[in-house]
C-alpha cells in the first residue's frame, strides 16, 4: 500500500533550526512537495523536490532521497509566525498526491 | 476573484439531506480536486477532474459526487449526508502534471 510518515508533532525555540522528517512509501514517484498549514486555514505551497539533493529557498530548504525514499524540510531562524503544521505529500505515477497526516510545529519563545 | 472560492464556509446539516459545497476558481487551470482533512489522519482525495468534463474517483468517494461543466467550477454533492461525512472539505485547482495545487479556504461541514 501507499504510506507518507511523518512525526506528528515537534517543538522547537523561536531563532533555532528545526528539521522535520517525511518517508515514503508509493506506487510510482512524480516528486514530493511540502506544505505549510495553519490552524484554520488552507495548505499553502513551500516546495517541490523531483531529484535527489537540497533545493533552498529562503529560510525553507526542502531534501530529497528517491533510493531511501526519504525528504526533510528544514526551518531556520524560527519564528513565532512558523507555529504550524506542515504536510508533506508525494505525487505517484496517476499524478494524484498522497499526503501524510502532518507534523504540527509548536514554537517556544 | 482571484485564486479559489467556496461556499459556504461552514454548515450544520441533518443527517439525510442534500448538500452542495461549491467551488470556483479564475486561473484557468485544467485540474481540480476536492479533499477532506480530518484530524490525524492527511488529506483524503474525494474526487478530481483533469479537464472540463471529465471527473474520476479518488482514494474515499463514496456518498459524494461531482461535476465538471466548464473550467471554472468544480461543485460537490453529498446526496444523502451521514455523521461520518464531519469534516473540512478543500476545493484545489492545478494547471494539471506535477504542478502545485492551490486550495480554497475550506468548507466546515457538521452532519448531526
Known amino acids: 500500500g501507499q504510506n507518507i510518515d511523518q512525526p506528528t508533532e515537534m517543538t522547537a525555540t523561536e531563532g533555532a533550526i528545526v528539521q522535520i522528517n517525511c518517508t515514503y512509501q508509493?506506487?510510482?514517484?512524480?516528486?514530493l512537495f511540502w506544505y505549510q498549514q495553519h490552524a484554520g486555514e488552507a495548505p499553502t505551497f513551500l516546495s517541490y523536490?523531483?531529484l535527489d539533493g537540497l533545493e533552498e529557498k529562503g529560510r525553507f530548504s526542502s531534501f530529497l532521497s528517491r533510493s531511501k525514499g526519504y525528504s526533510y524540510l528544514l526551518l531556520k531562524e524560527l519564528q513565532m509566525k512558523d507555529s504550524a503544521s506542515y504536510l508533506c505529500?508525494?505525487?505517484?505515477?496517476?499524478?494524484?498526491?498522497?499526503w501524510g497526516a502532518g507534523t504540527k510545529l509548536i514554537i517556544k519563545p | 476573484i482571484a485564486g479559489i472560492t467556496q461556499a459556504p464556509t461552514s454548515q450544520i446539516l441533518a443527517a439525510g439531506r442534500r448538500m452542495t459545497l461549491r467551488c470556483t476558481q479564475d486561473?484557468?487551470?485544467?485540474?481540480m480536486y476536492w479533499y477532506r482533512q480530518d484530524l490525524g489522519l492527511g488529506l483524503r482525495l474525494i474526487h478530481y477532474?483533469?479537464?472540463?468534463?471529465?471527473?474520476g474517483k479518488g482514494e474515499v468517494p463514496d456518498g459524494y459526487s461531482v461535476s465538471r461543466a466548464n473550467t471554472d467550477d468544480f461543485p460537490l454533492t453529498l446526496a444523502s449526508a451521514v455523521p461520518s461525512q464531519t469534516s473540512v472539505y478543500f476545493c484545489?485547482?492545478?494547471?494539471?502534471?506535477?504542478?502545485?495545487?492551490?486550495f480554497g479556504p475550506g468548507t466546515r461541514l457538521t452532519v448531526l
Open positions: 523536490n523531483v
Open positions: 484545489a485547482s492545478s494547471d494539471g502534471g506535477a504542478g502545485e495545487q492551490f
Open positions: 508509493t506506487s510510482g514517484f512524480n516528486g
Open positions: 505529500a508525494v505525487m505517484d505515477s496517476n499524478y494524484q498526491l498522497i
Open positions: 486561473m484557468r487551470h485544467n485540474a
Open positions: 477532474s483533469n479537464t472540463a468534463g471529465t471527473t
